[in-house]
């Protein structure tokens, strides 16, 4: 298990950035998958984006593909989520999340530990 906290949520205009940031503590953080996923009011958990152990792979959302890119600093055991051309539907509270067996899937199946959330509001 690993413990895991975001930052770098805010209010930005549509069309602004944000990135979103996820530390986590423990010696194995560079063998987890990690990913992000937000949940907007009165909608469902929905995945955005996940990378691998190495950052070799990734996958997104077709939501957020092109505007979104995710990344990580093993180093640093601190995964990235950096967003760019914000839309007002991006509005939500966007978790970090790890997985020790990730399968590729865009649904939170394979993650088992997650972090407390940080608001994400994007004004039109």
């Known amino acids: 298990q690993v413990q895991l906290v975001e930052s770098g949520g805010g209010l930005v205009q549509a069309g602004g950035s944000l990135r979103l940031s996820c530390a986590a503590s423990?010696?194995?953080?560079?063998?987890?998958?990690m990913g992000w996923f937000r949940q907007a009011p009165g909608k469902e958990r929905e995945f955005v984006a996940a990378i691998s152990w190495s950052g070799g792979s990734t996958y997104y959302a077709d939501s957020v593909k092109g505007r979104f890119t995710i990344s990580r600093d093993n180093a640093k055991n601190t995964v990235y989520l950096q967003m760019n051309s914000l839309k007002p539907e991006d509005t939500a509270v966007y978790y970090c999340?790890?997985?020790?067996?990730?399968?590729?899937?865009?649904?939170?199946?394979?993650?088992?530990?997650w972090g407390q959330g940080t608001q994400v509001t994007v004004s039109s």
């Open positions: 423990g010696r194995t953080f560079s063998s987890y998958a």
């Open positions: 999340a790890a997985a020790w067996d990730y399968s590729g899937s865009y649904t939170d199946a394979d993650f088992g530990s």
